[in-house]
């Protein structure tokens, strides 16, 4: 098991149009990666009038990742140093995902 301290960090995240978006910093305390067929983050959420997440400079976390054939997936859990998140149509993507 991951222990959160070694949990990789979201390094950057260009949706603006989340709620857990600060100035290109994700702010929810953890975030969820994939279905089984696309590297989706999960933890997206469009609430224009709301601002969520921790202050105080914290950035998210890869609490887990569904992409089981991501390779930086091993047993659910991302293993990269750090992540960036990117915009895909109407939903917020993993950019560091790569197919094994």
Same mark, same amino acid.
């Given at each position: 098991?991951?222990? %959160?301290? +070694?949990?990789?960090?979201?390094? +950057?995240?260009?949706? #603006?149009?989340?709620?857990? *978006?600060? /100035? ?7 975030? /969820?990666?994939?279905? @089984? ?8 959420? +469009?609430?224009?009038?709301?601002? &969520?997440?921790?202050? &105080? &400079?914290?950035?998210?976390?890869? &609490? ?8 930086? *997936?091993?047993?659910? +859990?991302?293993? %990269? @140093? #750090? ?5 895909? *149509?109407?939903? #917020?993507?993993?950019? /560091?995902?790569?197919?094994?």
């Amino acid at each position: 098991m991951t222990a %959160a301290m +070694e949990m990789p960090r979201v390094q +950057e995240c260009v949706v #603006a149009a989340c709620s857990y *978006n600060h /100035t290109n910093d994700c702010h929810a305390f953890a975030i /969820t990666i994939g279905s @089984p067929d696309h590297a989706h983050c999960h933890t997206f959420i +469009e609430m224009p009038a709301v601002r &969520g997440g921790v202050d &105080g &400079g914290m950035t998210a976390q890869v &609490g887990a990742c569904q992409r089981a054939d991501c390779r930086h *997936n091993e047993q659910l +859990e991302c293993h %990269a @140093p #750090a992540i960036k998140v990117g915009p895909d *149509n109407d939903m #917020a993507d993993c950019m /560091t995902y790569v197919s094994r």
